[in-house]
């Protein structure tokens, strides 16, 4: 009975030390966000010459091991954490006095600004915090880096625009150097503006360019958002209309879609006094014509000037081209033993292939798919050959592993063409990178390769044949380490 009993009560202790035991590591590591001092974060403003861009958030915390590390995390522009944005980390020893850190970070310059932003503090052990709180209390604020912080010019620095009555008129961020890129807004392709007419904004409106067919006050502000400030605005521009001149339309000598082969198509404006024009919003230089030739597909502009008036006409001009694509990624590796499938899809109306390796045709490869059994730079040009002739090339390279049977420790100046294609000139390892330049030149002085980032894929199959007397030619190799000259013998 003494034993019964004795057995039971050491039960209960195990029972009850567990249950202990569990309830405190239910506390375990426990991070508690304190309220943020701010209600949004308004990164970029120029504060002692340089941008803002420094934050404090606050934490407690319980129950973590010496050193570990506390970063704080952005949410994804949506608010959800399932990809955060990392920002700063820190490491300190656990000092179960204070049990309290305040991490400054920085806010990303490349930040895609939004206003549902949330923040948390993730730990090294893998705990993460609720979400921080604003000092309005709630969890989601706005958070933008704004990369111009400046006010800016709409139409040309111009206060006054004639619109020609029944036509339009376009207004567009002023940018008349783009490559100075803090000059203008407009060279920030991820910024988004709101345009006002009559101090009302106007609804679906966030380019850099806005079209306007009506009279009024119009002038853009950089939309920031929850961080929107009125200093980066633009000049206000009044628009009014004059019965002169007309409605601007552009025509396409092809038509459109167009045949982008050849020459291309020309394009031309209602008849006008000056001629300003545009590609996807971006003036083209020394395009001041009636007419403009192009065969690539855009949205094309052109202001036109009456004298007492300007309008604006639009085409989006199409290309009747067609897709392809390649199962395969642009740079492939392969083991010497290995073949490579490489298959071409292709919308084209009857189309025909044909197969490169480096610049050289492989003869009878004319179908949609190739079998690659060497290293080397490839391409395939596809053509539609009916109604619209138009041509693509669709270029991969390939590649054998690092396995160190296929190194290469020496250059080889005798090849032998019977055993290709795994028996072709190469070059050890230390020269291939991008920067290297390889020349091959004939006997004859003919310069039969001129590459960077050689692969190993010359000579091409079948480009040579030898009769009587053996090839050779002589190579040319120049690499930041030097330059390296030899002759190559080809035999059978």
Known sequence: MIQKTTLSVIRFILFFSIFLCTKTNSYAQTIVPQQLGYPRICAGLIVDGKPFNEYNATFSYVDFPAGTTFEVELSDDLGSFTTPTATTKISFTDNPALQQQTIKFAVPTNLKGSDVYSMRIKSSTGKTSLSFKNSQG???????????VETFFINNKLSTATICTGGSLSLEIYNPTPTDVP????????LKYKWFKDDVAIAGQSGKTLLVNAPGVYYAQIDYGGCNDE?????????SSSASGTAVTIDSSLGNPFCSSGSGTVLTATAGNSYVWKKNGTVITGATSRSYSTNESA?????????????????DL??????ASLNVPATNVISPDETLSVTVTTNAVNPTFQWYLGNNVIAGANTNTYLVAARGNYKVKVSQATGCVVEQELPFAVSYDSNPVTSV?????????????YDVWDIPSEYKNPETSVKIISSNGDMVLDVVNYQGDWPPSGSIDIK????????????????KKGSITLIK
């Open 138 to 148: 709630v969890t989601s604020f706005p958070i933008y880096y704004r990369t111009y």
């Open 183 to 190: 000059s203008s807004p407009a060279n920030y392709p991820n």
């Open 231 to 239: 200093n980066f605005s633009s000049n206000r521009v009044t628009v």
């Open 299 to 315: 949205v094309y502009t052109v202001d036109v000037d009456f004298g007492g008036c300007k309008s604006t006409g639009t085409i």
């Open 318 to 323: 199409k290309g009747n081209g067609f897709t």
């Open 409 to 421: 420790e020496k250059i080889a100046n005798i090849i032998s063409l019977s055993s290709y294609p």
């Open 468 to 483: 009587n007397v053996n090839p050779v030619y002589y190579y040319v190799i120049q690499s930041g380490t030097g330059e």
